[in-house]
């Protein structure tokens, strides 16, 4: 079975400061890996996805993660942020396509000015 | 490209009443639509995946004679909240499919739906 672990429930950063978002998951078998953000009372937005290839992924906004096999993480970064960023942020975890997601607790971004 | 429609967008209902939620696949069609909830200030639980044609599967612990779902077409999934309560107010929100080379999931914009 899998499953999905989001260490920080609340990250507090400074403006322009870096970030890092933790998250790891555990599976048997290979893993599409993808983070989400959302915004107060809105749907999710995907930021950045991992299905194979190179185990550094761009996404929007910025984002960037790093697939570890052997770690079994999947940490999203961001070099400078901004009060725009301030949201919830969702690791999410499937077996391939077309199969469930299975999603992390979840990670509260707050930029402070 | 590859959009899914959910409607409405809120809902207030009584206590005791039916309410249906609906997601469409406006331009590819969705042989698999799973159905999530998402309580405040917590995380998106599976409720049920959907598949074209044929019954739902729940999650454990989902009671499925209160929650209906309906995957009658390629590009229409239906969630009907049958004698809602209070403790089903949640925001429910549905997601496909459409492809390793697009979002790989796409989800709908979700529903507030508040029993009162």
């Known amino acids: 079975a899998q499953s999905v672990t989001q260490l920080d429930s609340q990250v507090p950063v400074f403006e322009e400061a870096p970030v890092e978002l933790r998250c790891n998951y555990s599976?048997?078998?290979?893993?599409?890996l993808f983070w989400y953000v959302q915004y107060p009372n809105q749907g999710l937005q995907l930021l950045l996805k991992?299905?194979?290839?190179?185990?550094l992924v761009k996404g929007i906004n910025g984002f960037e993660a790093e697939f570890n096999k052997s770690q079994t993480s999947f940490h999203l970064r961001k070099p400078s942020v901004h009060i725009s960023d301030t949201a919830e942020y969702f690791c999410?975890?499937?077996?391939?396509?077309?199969?469930?997601?299975?999603f992390g607790t979840g990670t509260r971004l707050t930029i402070i000015p | 490209g590859a959009v899914v429609s959910q409607h409405p967008s809120r809902v207030i209902c009584k206590s005791g009443t039916s309410v249906k939620i609906e997601c469409r696949s406006l331009?590819?069609?969705?042989?698999?639509m799973f159905w999530y909830r998402q309580f405040p200030k917590q995380s998106l639980m599976l409720m049920a995946t959907?598949?074209?044609?044929?019954?739902?599967?729940?999650e454990q612990g989902v009671e499925k004679d209160k929650f209906l779902i309906n995957h009658a077409s390629l590009t229409l999934s239906t969630l009907t909240v049958t004698s809602a309560h209070p403790e089903d107010s949640s925001f429910y929100i549905c997601?496909?499919?459409?492809?390793?080379?697009?979002?790989?999931?796409?989800f709908g914009s979700g529903t507030r739906l508040t029993v009162v």
């Open positions: 331009d590819f069609q969705a042989t698999t």
């Open positions: 997601s496909a499919w459409t492809g390793a080379s697009t979002y790989g999931y796409t």
């Open positions: 999410a975890v499937s077996d391939g396509g077309n199969e469930k997601l299975t």
């Open positions: 959907s598949n074209e044609g044929s019954k739902a599967t729940y």
């Open positions: 991992y299905l194979s290839g190179s185990t």
């Open positions: 599976s048997s078998v290979s893993v599409y």
